[in-house]
């Protein structure tokens, strides 16, 4: 996903390390309630509908920019460029929604930093990217902390740990065809129309397996888009205070609040495995971060940039 919430970049109100360091916890916390919130359904809302609920309801939030919206004019390839987005979104937020049914928060979240290394490997397929032996080396580390947090052979793997995989891959596709929309269009039309086109692809799948949800599940639902928007709110005035470089490691506190919450609130016990790949993948994708910026170049995105 780009980093808005479906306006322009705000203004930070300050700028330095320190205030885009804040914003980023802020953020992080923000993306922790929308995983926390999404485990409170215990499976009561199946995930094809839970997700569709959730960006039906976030619609809401783009209202400033409707009118920018049906202002806009796209081309033939434009509109194949987002269709394209908004089917590998759709399909990623399914299988995301999935895994957090069946894996515990902190799995998900450390998982879930697979995604940036995920836009680097298809830059190199699709944007013609060159790897130094560096990025190569970094790369292979993410993956090395991928298999510290799945073990294969060692413990049976869960569909909700290929589901996260799967949501990597799609999650990645998304972002990197977001890139290349980025240098002809807004941010703001960027992210309303994934919003629109997501809800629209998820609505078959939701009609399939819909069940009535109480009013206390739309409750949730409609906190996660809340949690959600904000995040990538605040996401954008982290970014405008200080370099991705600062605000990027920050994001390792994700993963803190995720145990601490699992432990407290779900009675899911503290694995270090999963903790321990997490930060291999999150060094990782923070010194290919650290390095495109030494290359004055950006195609990885920060973490939170993809989160749901």
């Keep these: 996903m780009t980093s808005t919430s479906g306006m322009d970049a705000p203004r930070a109100s300050g700028k330095g390390p320190l205030v885009g360091i804040l914003?980023?916890?802020?953020?992080?916390?923000?993306?922790?309630?929308?995983?926390?919130?999404?485990?409170?359904?215990?499976?009561?809302?199946?995930?094809?509908?839970?997700?569709?609920?959730?960006?039906?309801?976030?619609?809401?939030?783009?209202?400033?920019?409707?009118?920018?919206?049906?202002?806009?004019?796209?081309?033939?390839?434009?509109?194949?460029?987002?269709?394209?987005?908004?089917?590998?979104h759709a399909l990623g937020v399914l299988l995301w929604f999935f895994a957090m049914s069946r894996l515990p928060l902190a799995e998900v979240t450390a998982m879930g930093y697979l995604t940036p290394v995920g836009v680097t490997i298809l830059a190199v397929v699709v944007l013609r990217e060159r790897l130094a032996f560096r990025r190569i080396l970094a790369i292979c580390a993410a993956l090395g902390g991928a298999m510290l947090i799945l073990r294969p052979g060692f413990r049976e793997l869960d569909p909700g740990h290929f589901a996260m995989l799967g949501t990597a891959v799609f999650y990645s596709g998304s972002y990197l065809t977001a890139k290349i929309l980025s240098d002809e269009l807004s941010a703001a039309v960027i992210v309303a129309m994934l919003s629109v086109l997501v809800t629209i692809a998820l609505a078959p799948f939701a009609y399939v397996q819909w069940v009535h949800p109480s009013l206390g599940d739309l409750g949730i639902l409609f906190g996660v888009a809340c949690c959600a928007t904000a995040g990538h709110y605040t996401m954008t005035l982290a970014f405008a205070a200080a370099p991705v470089t600062v605000t990027q490691p920050v994001t390792f506190l994700q993963l803190v609040w995720s145990v601490l919450l699992g432990l407290a609130f779900f009675a899911e016990p503290i694995d270090p495995w999963v903790i321990a790949g997490g930060c291999v993948i999150l060094a990782s994708v923070s010194f290919i971060t650290w390095r495109e910026a030494r290359l004055k170049r950006r195609i990885t995105p920060p973490s939170p940039a993809t989160k749901v």
Excluded: D, N
């Excluded at 485990?39 to 009561?44: A, D, E, I, M, P």
């Excluded at 094809?48 to 609920?53: D, K, R, T, V």
């Design 23 to 88: 914003w980023m916890v802020a953020t992080g916390l923000c993306f922790v309630g929308v995983t926390a919130l999404v485990k409170t359904l215990h499976g009561r809302v199946p995930a094809a509908e839970s997700a569709f609920l959730r960006y039906l309801m976030g619609l809401v939030f783009l209202i400033p920019v409707w009118r920018q919206l049906a202002a806009v004019r796209l081309t033939p390839r434009q509109w194949q460029l987002f269709t394209l987005r908004g089917a590998l």
